[in-house]
């Protein structure tokens, strides 16, 4: 570690602690040439994988930039801010879980879809307009329906036949 008052390149770890629910840890070091002490955090990287981009482009994953666009989606919503930081979470944990070390920006639109979906239809709807590229209004309305009959397909009661007694 250099010393960031001299630029000496050996110390010694005066302490260490562990962090918020083992998330860091905090180091306290002294320089073994002018003395001064500094703090040293520790953190496990973060492996995400790259974003190709409809144009080839590739950027790092950028949680900041996800949540934006899903807060934005569920602008004037009754979607809480926790709500949304869930979503994120459990989006960010699915691409944790993935092998590659790419996503095209395709699929991280169709897994944001997914979550919007289940959170509230009106984002979701938002979301689609964007990340389809809707052209006309016929493609809300399709989307619209689209979202209603995938409701009522959910919401359709199970019907059982009732067991008919047999008299003796």
Do not use: N, W
């Amino acid at each position: 570690m250099k010393c960031p008052f001299c630029g000496h390149t050996e110390d010694r770890v005066v302490d260490s602690r562990v962090g918020r629910d083992g998330e860091f840890i905090r180091r306290r070091r002294e320089c073994l040439k002018c003395h001064r002490r500094y703090t040293t955090y520790e953190y496990i990287e973060d492996v995400l994988p790259h974003v190709v981009k409809r144009d080839g482009r590739r950027e790092p994953f950028d949680r900041q930039k996800l949540r934006a666009s899903i807060l934005r989606a569920c602008e004037k919503r009754s979607v809480g801010v926790q709500a949304v930081d869930d979503v994120v979470g459990e989006i960010e944990s699915q691409l944790h879980d993935r092998a590659e070390k790419e996503i095209s920006s395709e699929e991280l639109g169709k897994i944001v879809m997914e979550h919007l979906q289940k959170l509230d239809p009106v984002a979701y709807v938002r979301f689609a307009s964007v990340y389809r590229k809707f052209k006309d209004v016929g493609q809300f309305v399709d989307e619209v329906k689209g979202l209603q009959s995938h409701d009522k397909a959910k919401a359709a009661p199970v019907v059982k036949p009732k067991a008919v007694a047999k008299a003796k």
